[in-house]
C-alpha cells in the first residue's frame, strides 16, 4: 500500500516540477499564431496576458512590427541570448525580407542572478529601435 501511494505522489507531483516550456522551439498551432504574448512560467495574473497580448496586436497592426513576450521556466541550457533570437528566427518573429520582430524573452524563476531578460531585435530594427542607442 505505501509503494502505491508512493507511486501515486511521484506520477502527480513529477509533470508539476517539469518544464512546461519546450526546448524543442517548435512553433505554436497555427490557430494560436496570432498570439503575442506566452506565459510559460505562470508569471502573469489571470487576464493580465490577454490585455498584453491585444495591446500587442494593436501595435503589431499599426506598426507591421512584431514584438513577442515570451516567460520562460528554463533556458534549455542555453544562454538567454540565444534561446531569444532562436525562438524570433523559428517561430518566425516579424515579417519575411523586413527582420521586424522583437523578442522580449523572460525567465521569472531561479535565485538571484538567475533570472534574465532579453531583447532579442531583429536586423530591420536595429536602427529604430532603443536596444540599438549606445550607453553613454
Not at 510559460?40 to 514584438?67: C, M, P
Not at 533570437?85 to 519575411?96: P, R, S
Amino acid at each position: 500500500m505505501r509503494n502505491v501511494l508512493l507511486l501515486i505522489l511521484v506520477v502527480l507531483v513529477l509533470p508539476m516540477e517539469a518544464a512546461r516550456f519546450d526546448c524543442t522551439l517548435a512553433p505554436p498551432a497555427k490557430s494560436e499564431q496570432t498570439r503575442l504574448v506566452w506565459d510559460y512560467a505562470d508569471w502573469l495574473e489571470h487576464g493580465e496576458a490577454d490585455r498584453i497580448n491585444a495591446k500587442l496586436v494593436a501595435f503589431a497592426r499599426e506598426t507591421s512590427n512584431q514584438l513577442l513576450v515570451i516567460m520562460v521556466d528554463t533556458l534549455c541550457g542555453l544562454p538567454a541570448s540565444d534561446l531569444a533570437f532562436d525562438i524570433g528566427q523559428k517561430w518566425g518573429i516579424g515579417q519575411k525580407g523586413f527582420s521586424n520582430g522583437i523578442v522580449l524573452l523572460i525567465k521569472p524563476n531561479g535565485p538571484p542572478g538567475q533570472r534574465p531578460i532579453f531583447i532579442a531585435t531583429g536586423y530591420g530594427l536595429e536602427g529604430p529601435s532603443p536596444t540599438s542607442a549606445p550607453s553613454k
